[in-house]
Protein backbone atom coordinates (compact mmCIF):
# COMPACT_ATOMS: atom_id res chain seq x y z
CA UNK A 1 0.00 0.00 0.00
CA UNK A 2 2.98 2.26 0.95
CA UNK A 3 4.20 1.95 -2.78
CA UNK A 4 1.01 2.51 -4.18
CA UNK A 5 0.42 5.56 -2.34
CA UNK A 6 4.26 7.07 -2.95
CA UNK A 7 3.84 6.42 -7.15
CA UNK A 8 0.23 8.08 -6.34
CA UNK A 9 2.08 11.28 -4.83
CA UNK A 10 5.10 11.19 -7.46
CA UNK A 11 2.20 10.99 -10.36
CA UNK A 12 0.27 14.08 -9.06
CA UNK A 13 3.63 15.73 -8.54
CA UNK A 14 4.93 15.56 -11.78
CA UNK A 15 2.16 16.45 -13.72
CA UNK A 16 1.79 19.32 -11.33
CA UNK A 17 5.90 19.89 -12.49
CA UNK A 18 4.61 20.19 -16.12
CA UNK A 19 1.72 22.24 -15.52
CA UNK A 20 1.22 24.04 -19.15
CA UNK A 21 1.85 20.28 -20.56
CA UNK A 22 -0.83 18.55 -18.68
CA UNK A 23 -3.17 20.72 -18.96
CA UNK A 24 -2.89 21.38 -22.99
CA UNK A 25 -2.96 17.45 -22.81
CA UNK A 26 -5.82 17.37 -20.70
CA UNK A 27 -8.06 20.17 -22.86
CA UNK A 28 -7.11 18.60 -26.17
CA UNK A 29 -9.06 15.19 -25.04
CA UNK A 30 -12.00 17.02 -23.57
CA UNK A 31 -12.37 18.64 -26.33
CA UNK A 32 -11.89 15.25 -28.23
CA UNK A 33 -14.08 13.75 -25.94
CA UNK A 34 -16.71 16.52 -26.44
CA UNK A 35 -17.04 16.65 -30.10
CA UNK A 36 -16.97 13.07 -30.50
CA UNK A 37 -19.84 12.66 -27.84
CA UNK A 38 -22.09 15.34 -29.58
CA UNK A 39 -22.11 13.73 -32.24
CA UNK A 40 -22.76 11.09 -30.49
CA UNK A 41 -25.74 11.93 -28.73
CA UNK A 42 -27.04 12.66 -32.27
CA UNK A 43 -26.87 9.05 -33.86
CA UNK A 44 -28.17 8.05 -30.61
CA UNK A 45 -31.36 9.83 -31.23
CA UNK A 46 -31.60 9.28 -35.13
CA UNK A 47 -31.42 5.37 -34.41
CA UNK A 48 -33.64 5.52 -31.58
CA UNK A 49 -36.01 7.54 -33.81
CA UNK A 50 -35.41 6.00 -36.96
CA UNK A 51 -38.86 4.33 -37.16
CA UNK A 52 -40.73 7.47 -36.84
CA UNK A 53 -38.13 8.64 -39.77
CA UNK A 54 -39.15 5.71 -41.76
CA UNK A 55 -42.50 6.40 -41.08
CA UNK A 56 -42.16 9.67 -42.36
CA UNK A 57 -40.86 8.74 -45.43
CA UNK A 58 -43.73 7.06 -47.53
CA UNK A 59 -43.74 5.98 -51.20
CA UNK A 60 -46.87 6.30 -53.21
CA UNK A 61 -47.75 4.14 -56.62
CA UNK A 62 -50.15 4.74 -59.05
CA UNK A 63 -51.26 1.90 -61.46
CA UNK A 64 -52.34 3.20 -64.48
CA UNK A 65 -55.83 4.66 -64.83
CA UNK A 66 -58.24 1.91 -65.63
CA UNK A 67 -56.72 -0.97 -64.60
CA UNK A 68 -58.56 -3.88 -63.35
CA UNK A 69 -58.37 -5.65 -60.01
CA UNK A 70 -56.15 -8.64 -61.57
CA UNK A 71 -53.38 -5.86 -62.55
CA UNK A 72 -53.64 -3.98 -59.38
CA UNK A 73 -52.88 -7.47 -57.51
CA UNK A 74 -50.49 -8.18 -59.76
CA UNK A 75 -48.53 -5.46 -59.01
CA UNK A 76 -49.33 -5.46 -54.87
CA UNK A 77 -47.57 -9.22 -55.67
CA UNK A 78 -44.66 -7.98 -56.98
CA UNK A 79 -44.39 -5.20 -54.11
CA UNK A 80 -44.61 -8.18 -51.56
CA UNK A 81 -42.40 -10.76 -53.25
CA UNK A 82 -39.81 -7.89 -53.24
CA UNK A 83 -39.28 -8.03 -49.40
CA UNK A 84 -38.16 -4.13 -48.59
CA UNK A 85 -41.75 -3.00 -47.87
CA UNK A 86 -43.06 -3.06 -44.27
CA UNK A 87 -46.49 -1.16 -44.73
CA UNK A 88 -48.82 -1.09 -47.71
CA UNK A 89 -51.68 0.43 -48.10
CA UNK A 90 -53.77 0.47 -50.69
CA UNK A 91 -56.18 3.08 -51.91
CA UNK A 92 -58.49 2.34 -55.16
CA UNK A 93 -59.89 5.07 -57.31
CA UNK A 94 -63.16 5.44 -55.89
CA UNK A 95 -61.47 6.27 -52.68
CA UNK A 96 -59.20 8.60 -53.99
CA UNK A 97 -62.46 10.52 -55.99
CA UNK A 98 -64.12 10.74 -51.91
CA UNK A 99 -60.83 12.17 -50.79
CA UNK A 100 -60.65 14.72 -54.49
CA UNK A 101 -64.21 15.52 -53.56
CA UNK A 102 -63.24 17.01 -50.29
CA UNK A 103 -60.69 18.74 -51.57
CA UNK A 104 -62.27 20.14 -54.46
CA UNK A 105 -65.16 21.18 -56.23
CA UNK A 106 -67.41 18.45 -56.15
CA UNK A 107 -69.83 19.40 -58.80
CA UNK A 108 -66.49 19.45 -61.95
CA UNK A 109 -65.58 16.19 -60.01
CA UNK A 110 -68.93 14.70 -60.78
CA UNK A 111 -68.98 15.24 -64.01
CA UNK A 112 -65.52 13.35 -64.68
CA UNK A 113 -66.03 10.17 -62.72
CA UNK A 114 -63.48 8.35 -60.37
CA UNK A 115 -62.43 6.32 -63.48
CA UNK A 116 -59.43 9.51 -64.22
CA UNK A 117 -58.14 8.70 -60.69
CA UNK A 118 -55.69 6.27 -60.64
CA UNK A 119 -55.74 3.95 -57.82
CA UNK A 120 -51.93 4.05 -55.60
CA UNK A 121 -50.32 1.79 -53.25
CA UNK A 122 -48.41 3.58 -49.99
CA UNK A 123 -45.30 1.73 -48.82
CA UNK A 124 -43.24 2.22 -46.06
CA UNK A 125 -39.30 0.58 -46.78
CA UNK A 126 -37.90 -1.98 -44.05
CA UNK A 127 -34.63 0.58 -44.70
CA UNK A 128 -34.71 3.45 -46.64
CA UNK A 129 -32.00 3.48 -47.75
CA UNK A 130 -32.37 1.72 -50.56
CA UNK A 131 -35.56 3.76 -51.61
CA UNK A 132 -33.79 4.44 -55.08
CA UNK A 133 -33.27 0.98 -56.19
CA UNK A 134 -36.84 0.32 -54.91
CA UNK A 135 -38.49 3.00 -56.85
CA UNK A 136 -36.17 1.77 -59.59
CA UNK A 137 -37.59 -1.39 -59.31
CA UNK A 138 -41.24 -0.52 -58.42
CA UNK A 139 -41.42 1.95 -62.25
CA UNK A 140 -40.21 -1.56 -64.16
CA UNK A 141 -43.58 -3.26 -62.89
CA UNK A 142 -46.01 -3.22 -65.69
CA UNK A 143 -49.32 -1.10 -64.78
CA UNK A 144 -47.21 1.12 -62.76
CA UNK A 145 -47.91 4.72 -63.86
CA UNK A 146 -45.92 6.67 -61.31
CA UNK A 147 -43.69 6.35 -58.28
CA UNK A 148 -44.26 9.71 -55.98
CA UNK A 149 -42.04 10.15 -52.83
CA UNK A 150 -40.54 12.87 -51.50
CA UNK A 151 -37.42 12.36 -52.84
CA UNK A 152 -36.08 15.75 -50.96
CA UNK A 153 -37.02 14.34 -47.79
CA UNK A 154 -35.59 10.75 -48.44
CA UNK A 155 -32.42 11.38 -49.80
CA UNK A 156 -31.88 14.82 -47.12
CA UNK A 157 -32.81 12.48 -44.01
CA UNK A 158 -30.39 9.32 -45.73
CA UNK A 159 -27.47 11.76 -46.94
CA UNK A 160 -27.55 13.72 -43.24
CA UNK A 161 -27.08 10.02 -41.04
CA UNK A 162 -24.37 8.74 -43.68
CA UNK A 163 -22.43 11.98 -43.42
CA UNK A 164 -22.94 12.25 -39.63
CA UNK A 165 -21.84 8.76 -39.59
CA UNK A 166 -19.33 9.94 -41.74
CA UNK A 167 -18.03 12.77 -39.75
CA UNK A 168 -18.40 11.32 -36.46
CA UNK A 169 -16.22 8.81 -38.01
CA UNK A 170 -13.49 10.69 -39.13
CA UNK A 171 -13.66 13.26 -36.38
CA UNK A 172 -13.39 10.60 -33.78
CA UNK A 173 -10.01 8.89 -35.36
CA UNK A 174 -8.70 12.45 -36.17
CA UNK A 175 -9.18 13.63 -32.65
CA UNK A 176 -8.23 10.04 -31.48
CA UNK A 177 -4.89 10.55 -33.09
CA UNK A 178 -4.23 14.06 -31.89
CA UNK A 179 -4.91 13.28 -28.37
CA UNK A 180 -2.72 10.46 -28.21
CA UNK A 181 0.06 12.64 -30.10
CA UNK A 182 -0.45 15.17 -27.00
CA UNK A 183 -0.75 12.58 -24.74
CA UNK A 184 2.27 11.02 -25.80
CA UNK A 185 4.39 13.96 -26.41
CA UNK A 186 3.72 15.15 -22.71
CA UNK A 187 4.99 11.71 -21.38
CA UNK A 188 7.63 12.41 -23.89
CA UNK A 189 8.88 15.59 -22.37
CA UNK A 190 8.26 14.60 -19.16
CA UNK A 191 10.70 11.71 -19.79
CA UNK A 192 13.00 14.06 -21.50
CA UNK A 193 12.64 15.74 -17.89
CA UNK A 194 13.16 14.20 -15.65
CA UNK A 195 16.19 11.46 -17.86
CA UNK A 196 18.11 11.87 -14.88
CA UNK A 197 15.72 9.77 -12.76
CA UNK A 198 14.74 7.31 -15.62
CA UNK A 199 18.31 6.78 -15.79
CA UNK A 200 19.03 6.24 -11.79
CA UNK A 201 16.59 4.10 -11.77
CA UNK A 202 17.58 1.85 -14.46
CA UNK A 203 21.21 1.78 -12.67
CA UNK A 204 20.41 0.86 -9.18
CA UNK A 205 18.21 -2.49 -10.32
CA UNK A 206 14.46 -0.63 -10.93
CA UNK A 207 12.21 -3.21 -13.60
CA UNK A 208 10.91 -2.10 -16.63
CA UNK A 209 7.55 -1.75 -14.82
CA UNK A 210 8.54 0.15 -12.03
CA UNK A 211 10.38 2.57 -14.65
CA UNK A 212 7.18 3.09 -16.82
CA UNK A 213 4.48 2.79 -14.38
CA UNK A 214 4.51 6.54 -13.41
CA UNK A 215 4.61 7.28 -16.81
CA UNK A 216 1.56 5.32 -17.48
CA UNK A 217 -0.20 6.61 -14.81
CA UNK A 218 0.24 9.96 -15.71
CA UNK A 219 -0.94 9.49 -19.57
CA UNK A 220 -4.20 8.01 -17.79
CA UNK A 221 -4.36 11.20 -15.11
CA UNK A 222 -4.47 13.17 -18.31
CA UNK A 223 -7.12 10.87 -20.10
CA UNK A 224 -9.36 10.12 -17.56
CA UNK A 225 -9.54 14.18 -16.31
CA UNK A 226 -10.30 14.99 -20.10
CA UNK A 227 -13.29 12.14 -19.85
CA UNK A 228 -14.51 13.46 -16.98
CA UNK A 229 -15.03 16.93 -17.97
CA UNK A 230 -16.29 16.15 -21.10
CA UNK A 231 -19.14 13.84 -19.50
CA UNK A 232 -20.24 16.11 -17.18
CA UNK A 233 -20.39 19.06 -19.76
CA UNK A 234 -22.22 16.68 -22.31
CA UNK A 235 -24.50 15.63 -19.71
CA UNK A 236 -25.30 19.02 -18.64
CA UNK A 237 -25.69 20.66 -22.15
CA UNK A 238 -28.33 17.12 -22.73
CA UNK A 239 -30.53 17.43 -19.74
CA UNK A 240 -31.08 21.36 -20.97
CA UNK A 241 -31.70 20.14 -24.86
CA UNK A 242 -33.96 17.37 -23.51
CA UNK A 243 -36.26 19.65 -21.21
CA UNK A 244 -36.09 22.38 -24.19
CA UNK A 245 -37.22 20.09 -26.57
CA UNK A 246 -39.80 17.95 -24.60
CA UNK A 247 -41.47 21.23 -23.56
CA UNK A 248 -41.27 23.29 -26.71
CA UNK A 249 -38.39 22.25 -28.98
CA UNK A 250 -40.20 19.51 -30.96
CA UNK A 251 -43.22 21.71 -31.97
CA UNK A 252 -41.03 24.62 -33.05
CA UNK A 253 -38.79 22.40 -35.08
CA UNK A 254 -42.14 20.84 -36.61
CA UNK A 255 -40.63 17.09 -35.24
CA UNK A 256 -43.75 16.46 -32.91
CA UNK A 257 -43.16 12.86 -33.25
CA UNK A 258 -39.89 12.56 -32.35
CA UNK A 259 -38.45 11.55 -28.67
CA UNK A 260 -35.27 11.46 -27.01
CA UNK A 261 -33.52 8.97 -25.66
CA UNK A 262 -33.95 9.55 -22.10
CA UNK A 263 -31.59 11.85 -19.79
CA UNK A 264 -30.23 9.00 -17.21
CA UNK A 265 -29.92 6.38 -20.42
CA UNK A 266 -27.76 8.79 -22.30
CA UNK A 267 -25.82 10.42 -18.97
CA UNK A 268 -24.63 6.88 -18.44
CA UNK A 269 -23.74 5.71 -21.81
CA UNK A 270 -21.49 8.80 -22.24
CA UNK A 271 -19.76 8.51 -18.84
CA UNK A 272 -18.91 4.70 -19.92
CA UNK A 273 -17.66 5.22 -23.32
CA UNK A 274 -15.78 8.32 -22.58
CA UNK A 275 -13.99 6.60 -19.25
CA UNK A 276 -13.29 3.36 -21.31
CA UNK A 277 -11.96 6.12 -23.88
CA UNK A 278 -10.25 8.62 -21.76
CA UNK A 279 -8.28 6.07 -20.23
CA UNK A 280 -7.39 3.87 -23.51
CA UNK A 281 -6.29 6.82 -24.91
CA UNK A 282 -3.98 7.78 -21.99
CA UNK A 283 -2.66 4.52 -21.26
CA UNK A 284 -1.73 3.69 -25.04
CA UNK A 285 -0.17 7.41 -25.55
CA UNK A 286 2.18 7.12 -22.46
CA UNK A 287 3.00 3.46 -24.18
CA UNK A 288 3.41 5.19 -27.39
CA UNK A 289 5.88 7.70 -25.81
CA UNK A 290 8.07 5.23 -23.30
CA UNK A 291 8.02 2.90 -26.22
CA UNK A 292 11.07 4.42 -27.56
CA UNK A 293 12.56 5.99 -25.01
CA UNK A 294 13.36 3.14 -22.48
CA UNK A 295 15.61 0.49 -22.59
CA UNK A 296 16.99 -1.13 -19.84
CA UNK B 1 33.89 -11.47 -8.30
CA UNK B 2 34.37 -10.31 -11.30
CA UNK B 3 36.76 -12.29 -14.35
CA UNK B 4 37.49 -10.57 -17.67
CA UNK B 5 37.95 -13.37 -19.48
CA UNK B 6 39.58 -12.42 -22.56
CA UNK B 7 37.33 -10.08 -22.96
CA UNK B 8 37.10 -7.47 -26.04
CA UNK B 9 34.36 -4.84 -27.26
CA UNK B 10 34.54 -3.34 -30.61
CA UNK B 11 32.00 -0.66 -30.62
CA UNK B 12 29.45 -0.22 -33.79
CA UNK B 13 31.78 3.12 -34.75
CA UNK B 14 34.49 0.29 -35.14
CA UNK B 15 36.18 2.18 -31.94
CA UNK B 16 38.01 -1.04 -30.13
CA UNK B 17 37.49 0.17 -26.75
CA UNK B 18 38.65 -3.32 -25.28
CA UNK B 19 41.44 -5.77 -26.57
CA UNK B 20 41.52 -8.94 -25.01
CA UNK B 21 41.59 -8.27 -21.84
CA UNK B 22 42.04 -10.69 -19.16
CA UNK B 23 40.96 -9.80 -15.34
CA UNK B 24 39.95 -11.06 -11.76
CA UNK B 25 39.00 -8.83 -8.96
CA UNK B 26 38.81 -11.03 -6.28
CA UNK B 27 35.04 -10.52 -3.38
CA UNK B 28 36.21 -8.06 -1.07
CA UNK B 29 38.84 -6.57 -3.11
CA UNK B 30 39.88 -2.78 -3.38
CA UNK B 31 40.88 -1.89 -6.84
CA UNK B 32 41.89 0.86 -8.91
CA UNK B 33 41.30 1.20 -12.71
CA UNK B 34 43.42 4.17 -14.03
CA UNK B 35 44.60 5.29 -17.64
CA UNK B 36 43.76 8.30 -19.59
CA UNK B 37 40.55 9.37 -21.91
CA UNK B 38 40.04 6.92 -23.99
CA UNK B 39 41.26 4.01 -21.99
CA UNK B 40 38.21 1.40 -21.66
CA UNK B 41 37.84 2.76 -17.88
CA UNK B 42 34.23 3.60 -18.93
CA UNK B 43 33.75 0.26 -21.01
CA UNK B 44 34.73 -1.86 -18.39
CA UNK B 45 32.14 -0.40 -16.00
CA UNK B 46 29.60 -0.37 -18.86
CA UNK B 47 30.69 -4.15 -19.61
CA UNK B 48 29.98 -5.41 -15.67
CA UNK B 49 26.53 -2.78 -15.49
CA UNK B 50 25.60 -4.56 -18.91
CA UNK B 51 24.80 -1.80 -20.50
CA UNK B 52 26.64 -3.35 -23.09
CA UNK B 53 28.01 -6.12 -24.26
CA UNK B 54 31.32 -8.15 -24.69
CA UNK B 55 32.09 -8.67 -28.37
CA UNK B 56 34.41 -11.49 -27.69
CA UNK B 57 35.34 -13.44 -24.68
CA UNK B 58 33.49 -13.85 -21.11
CA UNK B 59 32.37 -11.90 -18.29
CA UNK B 60 31.48 -13.24 -15.47
CA UNK B 61 29.99 -11.15 -12.85
CA UNK B 62 29.88 -12.74 -8.90
CA UNK B 63 29.75 -15.97 -10.92
CA UNK B 64 26.71 -15.23 -13.55
CA UNK B 65 27.89 -15.12 -17.16
CA UNK B 66 26.43 -11.65 -18.36
CA UNK B 67 25.64 -13.45 -21.65
CA UNK B 68 23.39 -15.52 -19.97
CA UNK B 69 21.39 -12.58 -17.91
CA UNK B 70 18.64 -11.64 -20.41
CA UNK B 71 16.60 -8.42 -20.28
CA UNK B 72 13.95 -9.41 -17.90
CA UNK B 73 16.91 -10.48 -15.50
CA UNK B 74 18.90 -6.79 -15.63
CA UNK B 75 17.20 -5.02 -13.01
CA UNK B 76 18.08 -7.95 -10.60
CA UNK B 77 21.36 -8.20 -11.56
CA UNK B 78 21.62 -4.44 -11.15
CA UNK B 79 20.67 -4.39 -7.88
CA UNK B 80 23.72 -6.55 -6.79
CA UNK B 81 25.86 -3.68 -8.26
CA UNK B 82 25.98 -0.27 -6.69
CA UNK B 83 27.32 2.91 -8.61
CA UNK B 84 28.84 6.15 -7.72
CA UNK B 85 28.90 9.06 -10.75
CA UNK B 86 31.36 12.23 -10.71
CA UNK B 87 28.06 14.04 -11.28
CA UNK B 88 26.75 12.36 -8.51
CA UNK B 89 23.07 12.07 -10.41
CA UNK B 90 20.79 13.21 -7.59
CA UNK B 91 17.70 14.11 -7.71
CA UNK B 92 17.56 18.33 -7.40
CA UNK B 93 13.96 18.20 -6.36
CA UNK B 94 14.18 15.69 -3.71
CA UNK B 95 16.05 15.94 -0.49
CA UNK B 96 18.77 14.03 0.81
CA UNK B 97 16.65 11.02 2.69
CA UNK B 98 14.33 11.18 0.21
CA UNK B 99 16.80 10.07 -2.66
CA UNK B 100 18.17 7.48 -0.82
CA UNK B 101 14.82 5.85 -0.09
CA UNK B 102 14.14 6.31 -3.71
CA UNK B 103 17.14 3.84 -4.32
CA UNK B 104 14.97 1.33 -2.06
CA UNK B 105 11.22 2.00 -3.43
CA UNK B 106 12.13 1.19 -6.93
CA UNK B 107 13.59 -2.07 -5.66
CA UNK B 108 10.46 -3.05 -3.88
CA UNK B 109 11.63 -2.38 0.24
CA UNK B 110 8.48 -1.63 2.09
CA UNK B 111 7.80 1.76 3.56
CA UNK B 112 8.69 0.53 7.21
CA UNK B 113 11.76 -0.52 6.06
CA UNK B 114 12.91 2.25 4.49
CA UNK B 115 12.00 4.34 7.46
CA UNK B 116 14.06 2.17 9.36
CA UNK B 117 17.56 1.68 6.93
CA UNK B 118 17.93 5.75 5.33
CA UNK B 119 18.58 6.85 8.87
CA UNK B 120 21.27 4.19 9.20
CA UNK B 121 22.75 5.39 5.49
CA UNK B 122 22.68 8.89 6.57
CA UNK B 123 25.08 7.79 9.69
CA UNK B 124 27.30 5.83 7.88
CA UNK B 125 27.73 8.66 5.75
CA UNK B 126 27.82 11.25 8.27
CA UNK B 127 25.14 13.22 6.93
CA UNK B 128 22.30 12.55 9.22
CA UNK B 129 21.46 15.73 10.23
CA UNK B 130 21.56 16.74 6.79
CA UNK B 131 18.81 14.51 6.04
CA UNK B 132 16.23 17.19 5.08
CA UNK B 133 18.48 19.46 2.64
CA UNK B 134 17.99 19.36 -0.90
CA UNK B 135 21.07 18.48 -3.28
CA UNK B 136 21.38 22.54 -3.72
CA UNK B 137 21.75 23.11 -0.36
CA UNK B 138 24.26 20.56 0.37
CA UNK B 139 28.56 20.79 -0.86
CA UNK B 140 30.16 18.59 -3.50
CA UNK B 141 31.36 16.26 -1.03
CA UNK B 142 27.79 15.69 1.15
CA UNK B 143 26.18 15.41 -1.97
CA UNK B 144 28.44 12.83 -3.15
CA UNK B 145 28.01 11.06 0.41
CA UNK B 146 24.46 10.87 -0.46
CA UNK B 147 25.23 9.31 -3.11
CA UNK B 148 27.36 6.87 -2.10
CA UNK B 149 24.54 5.67 0.87
CA UNK B 150 21.86 5.77 -2.13
CA UNK B 151 24.91 3.37 -3.82
CA UNK B 152 24.55 1.08 -0.94
CA UNK B 153 21.19 1.01 -0.10
CA UNK B 154 20.45 -2.06 -1.35
CA UNK B 155 23.66 -4.13 0.19
CA UNK B 156 25.47 -4.28 -2.94
CA UNK B 157 28.45 -6.87 -3.54
CA UNK B 158 30.25 -4.68 -5.27
CA UNK B 159 30.44 -0.70 -5.65
CA UNK B 160 31.62 0.99 -8.85
CA UNK B 161 32.64 4.36 -8.34
CA UNK B 162 33.29 5.98 -11.63
CA UNK B 163 35.88 8.96 -10.89
CA UNK B 164 33.75 9.75 -7.77
CA UNK B 165 36.41 12.60 -6.69
CA UNK B 166 36.13 13.88 -10.39
CA UNK B 167 34.25 17.28 -8.63
CA UNK B 168 36.15 17.61 -5.54
CA UNK B 169 38.83 19.52 -4.22
CA UNK B 170 41.70 17.46 -2.52
CA UNK B 171 40.61 17.49 1.16
CA UNK B 172 36.76 16.50 0.40
CA UNK B 173 38.31 13.39 -2.46
CA UNK B 174 39.96 12.13 0.67
CA UNK B 175 36.92 12.29 2.64
CA UNK B 176 34.87 10.78 0.14
CA UNK B 177 37.77 7.67 -0.55
CA UNK B 178 38.02 6.89 2.91
CA UNK B 179 33.96 6.33 3.64
CA UNK B 180 34.57 4.00 -0.03
CA UNK B 181 37.63 2.41 1.63
CA UNK B 182 35.43 1.89 4.69
CA UNK B 183 32.42 0.03 3.10
CA UNK B 184 34.95 -2.08 1.15
CA UNK B 185 36.29 -2.96 4.86
CA UNK B 186 32.92 -3.88 5.79
CA UNK B 187 33.20 -6.27 2.97
CA UNK B 188 31.92 -4.88 -0.35
CA UNK B 189 33.98 -5.62 -3.28
CA UNK B 190 35.01 -1.99 -4.40
CA UNK B 191 36.31 -0.32 -7.97
CA UNK B 192 37.02 2.93 -8.35
CA UNK B 193 37.52 4.28 -11.95
CA UNK B 194 40.02 7.13 -11.44
CA UNK B 195 42.67 9.87 -12.91
CA UNK B 196 43.07 11.37 -9.60
CA UNK B 197 47.19 10.29 -9.03
CA UNK B 198 46.59 11.41 -5.24
CA UNK B 199 44.23 9.40 -4.66
CA UNK B 200 45.68 6.26 -5.81
CA UNK B 201 48.97 6.80 -4.10
CA UNK B 202 47.41 7.54 -1.08
CA UNK B 203 45.60 4.47 -0.84
CA UNK B 204 48.08 2.16 -1.99
CA UNK B 205 45.73 -0.55 -3.05
CA UNK B 206 45.55 -2.67 -6.28
CA UNK B 207 45.76 -0.62 -9.59
CA UNK B 208 44.58 -1.76 -12.88
CA UNK B 209 45.98 0.62 -16.25
CA UNK B 210 44.44 0.52 -19.14
CA UNK B 211 45.82 1.72 -22.09
CA UNK B 212 43.89 1.46 -25.41
CA UNK B 213 42.17 -0.82 -24.25
CA UNK B 214 45.02 -3.02 -22.93
CA UNK B 215 45.49 -4.06 -19.62
CA UNK B 216 49.20 -2.76 -19.33
CA UNK B 217 49.86 -2.81 -15.68
CA UNK B 218 48.24 -4.63 -13.02
CA UNK B 219 50.04 -4.17 -9.31
CA UNK B 220 48.90 -5.02 -5.63
CA UNK B 221 49.36 -1.94 -3.67
CA UNK B 222 50.27 -0.06 -6.67
CA UNK B 223 50.82 3.60 -7.45
CA UNK B 224 49.50 5.75 -10.25
CA UNK B 225 52.85 6.13 -12.37
CA UNK B 226 54.81 3.34 -11.33
Same mark, same amino acid.
Request: with cysteine.
Given at each position: ?41 F ?15 E ?21 V?D ?5 L ?24 G ?12 K ?15 P ?6 Y????F ?5 L????N ?24 A???R?E ?12 G ?6 ? #??GT?? %????? !??? &? @? *? ?5 ? +? ?9 A??L ?14 L??? #?????? %????? !??? &? @? *? ?5 ? +?? | ?20 V ?9 A ?8 G ?26 R??D ?9 K ?10 L?N ?11 R ?27 D ?20 N ?12 N ?15 I ?12 DK???D ?5 V??L ?16
Open positions: MGYKMYIFGEVITNLNRNRVLTITSIITVFIMLLLVGVFGVLLNISYNSEYMDNMLIRIFITPGSDEYRENFVKEALEGSIKYEFESNEQAFEKAKEMFDSQVLEDLPNFLPASYTVRLDSINVKDFVAFVESIDVYQVDHSGSDFAVSTSWILISGVLAILLGILSLFLISNTVRLMASNEVIIMKYIGATERIKLPFI #LEVI %GFTGA !IGA &S @L *LISYLYN +RVFEWFSTQGEEFLAGLKLVSVKYTVMIF #LVFFGL %GILLG !IFG &S @L *LAIRKNL +RV | MINFNNVTKVYKSGTEALKNDLAIKKGEFFVIGPSGSKSTIIKLIMKEEEPTGGELYVNGVDTDVRYEVPGFRKIGVVFQDYKLQKTAYQNIAFALVTKTNGRQIRKMVPQLLAVVGLLDKANCPDELSGGEQQRVAIARAIANPDLLIADEPTGLDPKTSLEIMNLIYKNQMGTTVLVATHTIVTFKQRIVDEGIVTRDVPEGRYGV
